[in-house]
C-alpha cells in the first residue's frame, strides 16, 4: 500500500516520499513527506515528532480529526487520496468541531482516560462525580472529533498530554 501511495504521490503531485519502517538514515530527513503505518510511528516516536507535519500515518479506517499526524486511509479511490495529500501539504486539515482547545480539567480527564481509569477511577481521582466525568469525555471527542480512547491516546500522545506519572492533582 505505501508503494502504491509512494507512486500516486510522486506521478500526481511531484512529490518525494519515503516510505519509513525503521527511521535509522540520516538522508531521510531530505525527504518532501514521511509515509509509515502507526505501529512505526509510535514505535519511533522520536524520529516522528519533530517531522510530524511531515508525516502521513496510513490508517485503515476513518481519519482521527484534530490530532497529528495526519492519517491517510490508502482505499480510497486514486483522486480521493491525491486530493487529502493537497490537503494535507497546503495545511487544509479536516476542520475541527467546536473549540479543539481544552480545558485544564478537560485535559485532567483526558489523561486519565489515555492511563487506563475508568470513569469511576477518574472521579475519585479528581474529586468530581461521575456524571461530570462523562460530560467531560463527551466534551473531549466533541472538540477534537475522536470517538475512541485509542485515538484519543494517540491525540494526547501526539501533543504532549502523556505523563509517566498519572496520577492527579
Known sequence: MALGLKQ???DALGI?????????????DSADLFLCDAQTFVSSLDFFLP???KTLVIS???HA???APHHINPYGKPAEIVDEINRFIHKEVL??????TLSQREIDVLRLVVAGRTSKEIAEALHISVNTVM???KNISSKLGIKSVSGLSF???MNGLTTDDTSAS
Do not use: C, F, W
Open 65 to 67: 480529526r484534530g490530532g
Open 135 to 137: 460530560t467531560h469525555r
Open 155 to 157: 491525540y494526547a500522545l
Open 60 to 62: 485503515h479506517g476513518r
Open 16 to 28: 518525494d516520499a519515503h516510505i519509513v519502517n525503521a527511521p535509522t538514515s540520516p538522508l531521510l
Open 8 to 10: 500516486l504521490m510522486h
Open 95 to 100: 476542520p475541527k468541531q467546536n473549540s479543539a
Open 51 to 53: 517531522r510530524k507535519e
